[in-house]
T-cell receptor, first 110, second 113 residues
């Protein structure tokens, strides 16, 4: 079964501190993984996907197949990073349906 | 703005009723997805349509149905509503088959009283 686990519901850091949002997945095969972000009163939007290997807004995420993880990291958090972050995995069966984790609410304090 | 629109924004209705949620995908996007977001279950995939045809089903109840019309807009029909159906319903679209990046709408908040 495909499953995405985000162990932290809430994460609070101070501005300028490093931040890591954890994501573990369960999937047989080569996964395609994503991080989506939802800022306050805005719609869910794609932050990054592992195949593009981009750094968006200073965030990076590395796929670790051995640990089945796709943690999201940023070396210096900013207040505007405060949001809900969802890790997602592309589903099997010829569909691009996304299987989401339950999300982590990140708060960056001044 | 991703361009996906959903109406209505909010909907309050009583148990046992039926409602229809509407989604217009981004211009040119052929795939439409419906998701349900509730406090306890998080974001759950319900159903996907591609160019008018049902493509995949997730955790969608039999009381729920959807369709995609020739102009590619989609409707999600929820019937015999129960209190537990109260949730945010999101629609997302993507350009074409094999394009996994999805663009989300703002959601419809359904409250069943």
């Amino acid at each position: 079964a495909q499953r995405v686990t985000q162990p932290e519901k809430l994460l609070s850091v101070f501005k300028g501190a490093p931040v890591e949002l954890k994501c573990n997945y369960s999937y047989s095969g080569s996964p395609e993984l994503f991080w989506y972000v939802q800022y306050s009163r805005q719609r869910l939007q794609l932050l990054l996907r592992h195949i593009s290997r981009e750094s968006i807004k200073g965030f990076t995420a590395d796929l670790n197949k051995g640990e089945t993880s796709f943690h999201l990291k940023k070396p210096f958090a900013q207040e505007e990073d405060s949001a809900m972050y969802y890790c997602a995995l592309e589903g099997q069966g010829g569909s691009e349906k996304l299987v989401f984790g339950k999300g982590t609410k990140l708060t960056v304090n001044p | 703005d991703s361009g996906v629109t959903q109406t209505p924004k909010h909907l309050i209705t009583a148990t046992g009723q039926r409602v229809t949620l509407r989604c217009s995908p981004r211009s040119g996007d052929l795939s439409v997805y419906w998701y349900q977001q509730s406090l306890d279950q998080g974001l759950q995939f319900l159903i996907q349509y591609y160019n008018g045809e049902e493509r995949a089903k997730g955790n969608i109840l039999e009381r729920f149905s959807a369709q995609q019309f020739p102009d590619l807009h989609s409707e999600l029909n929820l019937s015999s509503l129960e209190l537990g159906d109260s949730a945010l319903y999101f629609c997302a679209s993507s350009p074409r088959w094999g394009q996994a990046e999805q663009y989300f709408g703002p959601g419809t908040r359904l409250t069943v009283t």
